[in-house]
């Protein structure tokens, strides 16, 4: 019989409760080009701690990783602020048009309601906004959805393509007419199938069918490389749609300093530099993994 003294007996069964507690960590994203670089960076950053991990980046469409996530099929995976008032109902509450009300009202109720720790946001906003060509722009001087509205009173030639939803959805273009007092007509709009702004992003590039604007996402990276201006929202109509890491409490717990490992990184990812990348992937069509992994090195967050 092996005799082993009681601290280290102790100092064992510390060490195997150690070893089973850190299971691999399961990060996720959603399908789209943003999702994968953010998937990724967050993949990249815990396993340059040391983290072993589960690659699950683009997984599927926000109720897929949502519900993935909330079931323990994933540890953590980037989501945005204001998605929290669809989940929790409150499309109406103002807070989600407010960067810092909106992430502290997702991140209470969030804890409270599903035991999820959002974790430090992007200092940017990945909302629904219309983009238009820059010649369009430029010869017309439209910088703002008021200015768009002006242009269309004064009876601009002005072609939108963009999905079903963003045509139909309350929240969506609907808004946008109500607050800056405009209304566009069927002959202005081409309905694209799907959601993937890349595709309404290519139409307004190349003109499709007469298309001079597009619908599009703040963090968007084809719309200046392709020669589109991003119209700004005085009004605010949409939520602030700010990404952030999103983790399962008993994650966290396994890995206290992730938090502190991803802060400076989210901190980093403003609008311009989210476009710069996204435009990386889905403009030059590098591969989303290699385009977080020299961002990180560039920046200094991993070696």
Known sequence: MIRVKNGCMAGLMIFAVGVQAAQPVKVGSKIDTEGSLLGNIILQVLESHGVKTVNRVQLGTTPVVRAALTAGELDIYPEYTGNGAFFFRDETNPVWKDARQGYETVKQRDYQQNKLVWLTPAPANNTWTIAVRDDLAQKN???????????????????????????????????????????????????????????TIRAAAQQTSGVNATMAYGTDGPLAALGLTTLSDPQNVQPIYAPAPVVREAVLKEWPQMAEWLDPVFKALDEKTLQKLNASIAVEGQDAGSVAAQWLKTQGFVK
Do not use: M
């Not at 963009?162 to 709009?189: N, T």
């Open 141 to 199: 001087h439209l910088a703002s959805l008021a200015d768009l509205s002006r242009y269309l009173r004064e009876g601009g030639t002005f072609k939108l393509a963009a999905s079903a939803e963003f045509i139909e959805r309350p929240d969506a273009l609907p808004a946008f007419e109500k607050a800056y007092g405009f209304k566009l007509q069927q002959s202005q709009l081409l309905s694209l199938a799907g959601g993937d702004t890349a595709v």
